[in-house]
Structures are given as C-alpha cells and as structure tokens.
C-alpha cells in the first residue's frame, strides 16, 4: 500500500513563532497533496489542495498568508504555521494522490498545541 | 455544493453483532465516489470500502458492506460480527468522479462506534 508519513507527530510552539509540518509520501509520487485540520472530536476540514510544482489552492475562509503551503517536489509537501496563536491549536492531517482520480492516503497526522 | 450528513453522533454494538451506520448525501452530480473511513484513536485515517455511484451491485470488504441507495442518496456501513478492534471514528466521505475539475473528499461529521464486550 502506499504510506505517507508526517513529521512532526507532535510540536509545541509559543505564540508569535512560526512551525513546519512535512508530509512525505515514502513510496509513490504524489502530484497532489491535501491539508486538513480537525478540531477535538469533529470531522476534518479541507484546508488547502497543494499541486507539485503550483500555487496551492485554499478554501474559503483559510489565511494563505497565515497557513503557507510549498509542494516543491513530488514526495514532499510542507505546511507552516506562521505566527501561531493558541487557537491555531489543532491536529493537522495531511493526505496524498497519485494523480487525479487516484485515492487518498493519509499521514498519521501532526498534533500542534501553541502556547 | 456537495454535502455529507451522518445523523448517528455515536453508536454502539456488542462484540460478535453487526451495526450499520447511516449517511446521506446531497450532490446534482451524477459521477462521483463514496467512501468509508476509519479513525481508530491513533487518529489515523484508514480507508474502509469505497463504492462508485455508477456500480449498482453494493461494495463489500471481509465483514464490512454498503447499502448504496443512488435515488435515495443513501450510503450505510453495515459492521458484521463486530471485533473489538472496529472501536473508532467512522467519517463518510464524498468525492466528485470528474478528477480533472475537483476531486476533493468532503467529509460528514462522524459517528463514534463503541464495541462492547
């Protein structure tokens, strides 16, 4: 099957300061990625759709410039939260495809609390 | 707009019985996928069964199956002879069949299925 990993698992950060979360898809390439944000106990919410080699395309509502999104290669997606906040607090999944119309895999998910 | 409704916050069912979780969907599309998912508490999202809306015959994998009702716009997870492993978050998901336009997964709100001994 096809694995995708995310680093880190965990992070804490202070407010103010910015963090990175990698998605790495370890054994196919993936010319799309996926970002998503679940809050406790809900479902998840598509935050961004990354292209290799594009711009990412955001949903409504999300800050492109708060959530900075580079997929510079066809394994490696990063997404940084700058100038955290607590309530940037949340778990972070990210998920890869092949190609269009090829399926989902998703990362185990990054847990970011911001104090 | 595409949306996913699962209406059963949290279900439960005694080891060795079977459950179905409902979902429904609302879409004017008339190719797309429908998905189950599994969140077990490490959070990990693992692909359940899938069923293409333009296959009639209902997808099936070991002890898990799909009733896939198109006109009703109805997707339920039937859970066979239930393992205490099934414990998790079940997400019902839609994606559009037109992969070049938007192929993203829209996601329902979940139902927490608890197994109990």
């Known amino acids: 099957g096809a694995v995708v990993s995310q680093h880190p698992s965990r992070v804490i950060c202070k407010s103010g300061t910015s963090v990175k979360i990698e998605c790495r898809s370890l054994?196919?390439?993936?010319?799309?990625m996926f970002w998503y944000r679940q809050f406790p106990k809900k479902s998840l919410m598509l935050m961004a759709t990354?292209?290799?080699?594009?711009?990412?395309?955001?949903e409504q509502g999300v800050e492109k410039d708060k959530f900075l999104i580079n997929h510079a290669s066809l394994t490696l997606s990063t997404l940084t939260v700058t100038s955290a906040h607590p309530e940037d607090s949340s778990f972070y999944i990210c998920?890869?495809?092949?190609?269009?119309?090829?399926?989902?895999?998703f990362g185990p998910g990054t847990r970011l609390t911001v104090t | 707009a595409q949306t996913v409704t699962q209406s059963q916050p949290e279900m439960s069912v005694q080891e060795a019985e079977t459950v179905t979780l409902s979902c429904t969907y609302d879409?004017?599309?008339?190719?797309?996928?429908l998905f189950w998912y599994k969140q077990p508490p490490s959070r990990q999202m693992i692909l359940v069964i899938r069923?293409?809306?333009?296959?009639?015959q209902n997808a099936t994998e070991n002890r898990f199956s799909v009733n896939f009702q198109k006109a009703a716009k109805s997707f339920s997870l039937k859970i066979s002879d239930s393992q205490l492993g099934d414990a998790a978050m079940y997400f019902c998901?839609?994606?559009?069949?037109?992969?070049?336009?938007?192929?993203?997964?829209?996601f329902g709100t979940g139902t927490r299925l608890q197994v109990f001994p």
């Open positions: 998920s890869a495809r092949r190609g269009p119309g090829y399926e989902q895999y």
């Open positions: 054994d196919f390439q993936a010319t799309t």
């Open positions: 990354s292209n290799e080699g594009s711009k990412a395309t955001y």
């Open positions: 879409t004017s599309e008339s190719d797309y996928y």
């Open positions: 069923q293409e809306a333009y296959k009639q």
């Open positions: 998901a839609y994606r559009n069949g037109d992969a070049y336009n938007t192929d993203k997964l829209i």
